[in-house]
């Protein structure tokens, strides 16, 4: 079944016209009925930005157009298993997504691999598959040199690399000589042997930049290497800078210490560095959420290179998303999302959209609520500002006297609160630490129960 469906793709799809930016087509062996493809923007984060939802015929075969204009990373995903290709303006690919053997299969390991049919040979994937290839079967022909003869092993590594440099150098497509590049950094420069190259030949050959290329997989991957645990690199005085600038949330004196060391040079990669401190200082809780988000939030403002500043944003969103028992940044409420809030009161966050005919039918209960708890509870909605308010919303809101908030669809407010459906609450106590973060409503749930239920405990001490 799986040779007459493959001979199917290789005659029915090849023969299309060229006459979209990149035309996608395809057979997939898994399970989903529909792929999802997205495009990586950002090689520090790897934020997906959703591009297609594409359905499967009967047969599994699907096809897409996609407007890049430019060589881009693309993800196609099934569920969870994603595969990876790159992707050139006025291209064509045909493409399988192959069954996977669960016997085999590690559930934690979501990348599965893309096979390839009718790939041009001037095509961005088939050279970088090539030179791949190429250099994994060098490495394997010269590694047991390493520590037997590794002055032989030194010459056959440099012999490699100056044929690199003659098939490569003049090459007109600077994303492959990035990517080139990078992969020799990652992998044969990489080896620790006696008269390799040390790491001030590694970074005034890989790093020696006035700018930081976020959309280069390799580049980043290899600055990512070279500068991880960056704070142990460094002389005492300088990690005290770095400590005390991370704890006490000094963005500026952060970026000044880092552009004084010798393999740092530019504020773009101190800047670059400072983003892959700060969150490795907040996984592993050296610094508390408050001057993560802080730290990230100036980042993001005033971040030199566009790339930079998305990333910073990135982790600020994913950072500042609201979870049981973690706290709502009261600087970031008051001043930027404009919620007064009233001393001492917990806050009923309510999600509303207008023109919702269950959200119409809790604001008679949410009303009582309101009035019942009054000097202890502050109710305060939040709604798309693009939606209508009609003559039912309007007199649902008669006599309500909290705080109504819109804000735009694309507002990072909704990704922070994680509403997917109205109506929805959140219960935070007067720190604004989550008490529930799916609270209950006032209207009883399926099991007889009202937020009342919370709140009386609550109250109650």
């Not at 005659?11 to 997205?38: A, D, K, M």
């Not at 499967?56 to 990876?84: H, R, V, W, Y």
């Not at 504020?267 to 892959?276: G, N, T, Y």
């Not at 930079?308 to 609201?322: G, P, T, V």
Request: glycine fraction near 4%.
């Amino acid at each position: 079944m799986h040779v007459n469906l493959k001979f199917l793709v290789g005659c029915f799809l090849f023969c299309t016209p060229l006459w979209s930016q990149v035309q996608i087509r395809g057979l997939s062996f898994l399970n989903e009925q529909e792929l999802q493809i997205y495009e990586l923007t950002n090689q520090f984060t790897k934020e997906k930005k959703w591009l297609q939802t594409v359905t499967l015929d009967t047969m599994g075969i699907f096809n897409t157009e996609l407007a890049l204009p430019k060589i881009s990373t693309i993800q196609i995903c099934s569920g969870s298993k994603c595969g990876l290709l790159y992707t050139q303006p006025r291209s064509r690919y045909i493409l399988e997504l192959p069954e996977i053997d669960q016997r085999f299969y590690n559930e934690a390991e979501q990348d599965i691999e893309l096979l390839f049919y009718n790939l041009d040979s001037n095509d961005i994937n088939y050279r970088i598959l090539g030179f791949e290839a190429w250099m994994d079967n060098y490495i394997a022909d010269i590694y047991q040199l390493k520590d037997l003869r590794s002055e032989e092993f030194i010459l056959r590594i440099l012999a490699f690399k100056a044929e690199a440099a003659a098939v490569y150098g003049n090459d007109t497509n600077t994303f492959l000589q990035e990517y080139i590049k990078y992969s020799i950094g990652l992998t044969i420069d990489n080896f620790s042997v006696v008269g390799g190259p040390t790491k001030g030949d590694k970074y005034n050959f890989y790093l020696q930049t006035d700018t930081v290329d976020f959309s280069q997989p390799k580049l980043i991957e290899y600055a990512l290497t070279f500068y991880q645990k960056f704070e142990t690199q460094v002389d005492q005085n300088t990690y005290a800078a770095i400590e005390s600038a991370l704890l006490y949330t000094n963005l500026e004196l952060l970026l000044a210490t880092l552009v004084k060391e010798p393999y740092i040079y530019s504020p773009e990669w101190a800047e670059f560095v400072a983003l892959d401190l700060i969150i490795a200082y907040h996984q592993n809780k050296r610094i508390d959420q408050a001057a993560t988000l802080q730290l990230l939030k100036a980042l993001a403002r005033t971040g030199r290179q566009s790339g930079l500043r998305n990333a910073a944003n990135f982790y600020w969103l994913e950072y500042s998303k609201l979870s049981n028992g973690n706290y709502w940044d009261k600087n970031y409420v008051v001043n930027e999302l404009n919620i007064s809030l009233k001393p001492g009161r917990y806050i009923y966050l309510h999600h509303y959209i207008p023109a919702n005919q269950k959200c119409i039918a809790e604001m008679a209960a949410l009303q009582r609520l309101a009035k019942r708890y009054e000097d202890k509870l502050q109710v305060v909605t939040l709604y798309p500002s693009e939606q209508t308010w009609t003559k039912a919303d309007q007199k649902a809101f008669e006599g309500s006297n909290w705080q109504r908030v819109p804000f735009s669809k694309s507002h990072p407010i909704w990704q922070q609160l994680s509403w997917t459906s109205a109506p929805a609450y959140i219960l935070l106590d007067p720190q604004l630490s989550v008490l529930s973060l799916d609270a209950l409503g006032p209207l009883p749930n399926a099991r007889a129960q009202t937020i009342d239920l919370i709140l009386n405990q609550l109250f109650s001490n």
